[in-house]
């Protein structure tokens, strides 16, 4: 999170895990106060509040594509989606 505040840059949160784990964080703390059991409602309810929190920053700053110069893409090797750098 202080990277994205510091950088003003919300690039390094991946938003499909964010989205993810706030909808499964809304539902656990919703089935925990179901039970009204806190053992379920509280760790979950800070969690969802994070990720809240992660999407709102995802929101306030928008990503921004990082620039990779062509001498530093042409030191790494692409297998299977990965980049390695030998």
Known sequence: MTEVI???????????LTTMNTAS?????????ALADAYIYIPN????????????LACIFP?????VSPQQHAGT???GGLHFTP
């Open 45 to 56: 309810t800070i969690g969802l509040g994070l990720s809240g929190t992660l999407m709102s």
């Open 25 to 33: 964080a809304c539902l656990w703390s919703a089935y925990g106060l």
């Open 63 to 67: 990503s921004k594509q990082r620039h």
């Open 77 to 79: 090797h692409v297998h």
């Open 6 to 16: 510091r950088t003003r840059n919300s690039a390094s949160i991946l938003r499909p």
